[in-house]
């Protein structure tokens, strides 16, 4: 069984990585990935960012920490993704309860607008 470090699209991953300055980081093109799908372009955006304001927040990189527990980190990670989710699927939900409940998109919006409007 092979390590994802072995695959190809790892390698390259890491050649185009190795170039980036962490102060310097532009990835905004097309052409600054070797993948084609705009969703994962998207998320490796993101997680570039993180990593960028993490390296400049603490001063070093995930995997140059080794002073924390990083289970722990999970586990508290994982216990807000599960509120998190748990209010979007409540708020789904309701909205779906509303949208079954009026038939009338105008009497729905204004009851979306109640439910869901600034307070």
Sequence with gaps: MGYIS??????EYR?????????GFKIKQAEDYFVKDEITKA???ELAERSRKGY????????????????QHMY??????????KKEIDT??????LVNQYSNDDELGKAIR???GKK
């Design 43 to 45: 998320v490796m955006l």
């Design 76 to 85: 508290e990670e994982a216990l807000d993704f599960a509120q998190y989710l």
């Design 15 to 23: 050649r185009f990585m190795d170039k980036i300055n962490m102060d």
């Design 6 to 11: 072995d695959s190809n699209s790892f390698k």
């Design 114 to 116: 109640a439910k869901y």
């Design 92 to 97: 789904l939900n309701t909205v779906q309860d």
């Design 56 to 71: 400049k927040k603490y001063g070093t990189t995930l995997h140059e920490n080794n002073h924390q527990n990083m289970l």
